[in-house]
């Protein structure tokens, strides 16, 4: 039987027993025999790949790959991910490059088979490493058959950190989350935007977030809001809204209630 990950309730208080029980429910959702079997077969098969052709050819190859940088809905798309690994990221023309969507670029850097020499497959520790991402975003992907708003605060929490404290600039900083559809979705909850708000001139968003962070956070620096108090209210305001606007009329009560008080202290 394969375990699902249980989460007994929403909002603020959900991700809070998803807190005290991770480590637990990890364990046991990773044992499952079919995920065993998928990173198995990888790090046995992939350190023998040495072309983007070989990897997309072979799906159960494929189906880690792209698992462990979220991307597991492009599976069927083998000629898109082959042009994408092929053309790497060395060039500001590569395919990977000129894409909006962040995910795309650092799935070619990580296998490095556009970059001219040899690929990193066979590195000691790479299938290792890609499957302990995969098992981690299927992690993911199984708190969100119960609860997509707790799926979307895993993985703020797992990459934002990476992004804050990186020395690009502050601006590079908030385009990259911008171009990272989960994180992308967490900021515009939690800061109040409309839907409507991503069909904006992309200059006019990064202004607009930063502007609204600043407001709504007390900062628009990215590093400063990586600080655990500041990732807390970041979190705790995209948690209330997302469970306003799944369930208006069940979350009214509790969740407006929270969302009043955050945006009091944030004032």
């Keep these: 039987m394969t375990f699902q990950p249980v989460v007994p309730f929403g909002g603020f208080a959900g991700w809070q027993f998803l807190q005290r029980t991770a480590e637990t429910q990890r364990a046991a959702f990773d044992a499952a025999p079919v995920r065993q079997r998928d990173v198995d077969y990888f790090q046995e098969r992939i350190a023998d790949i040495g072309s983007a052709e070989e990897l997309v050819s072979d799906r159960r190859l494929l189906t880690v790959a792209l698992g462990a940088f979220g991307l597991d809905e492009d599976i069927g798309n083998r000629f898109f991910i082959q042009k994408v690994l092929e053309e790497g ?92 559809p989960p994180l992308r979705q967490v900021f515009e909850t939690a800061l109040g935007f409309p839907r409507s708000f991503g069909a904006l001139d992309i200059d006019r968003q990064l202004e607009d977030f930063k502007d609204r962070a600043a407001s709504a956070l007390g900062s628009s620096d990215l590093t400063q809001l990586a600080e655990p108090e500041a990732q807390d209210e970041l979190l705790r305001s995209f948690l209330a809204r997302a469970q306003i606007e799944a369930s208006p009329s069940a979350a009214l009560s509790s969740a407006s209630a929270a969302l009043t008080l955050l945006t009091q202290t944030a004032r």
């Design 89 to 180: 990221t060395g060039s500001s023309e590569a395919l990977a490059n000129r894409l909006t969507d962040t995910r795309y670029r650092q799935l070619s850097e990580a296998f490095g088979f556009g970059n001219g020499v040899l690929p990193n497959t066979g590195l000691e520790g790479f299938g290792q490493g890609i499957s302990d991402a995969f098992l981690e975003r299927q992690f993911e992907i199984g708190v969100g058959e119960t609860d997509q708003t707790l799926r979307l605060a895993l993985t703020f929490e797992r990459e934002f950190d990476g992004i804050a404290s990186s020395t690009i600039s502050n601006d590079a900083k908030w385009l990259t989350i911008m171009g990272n």
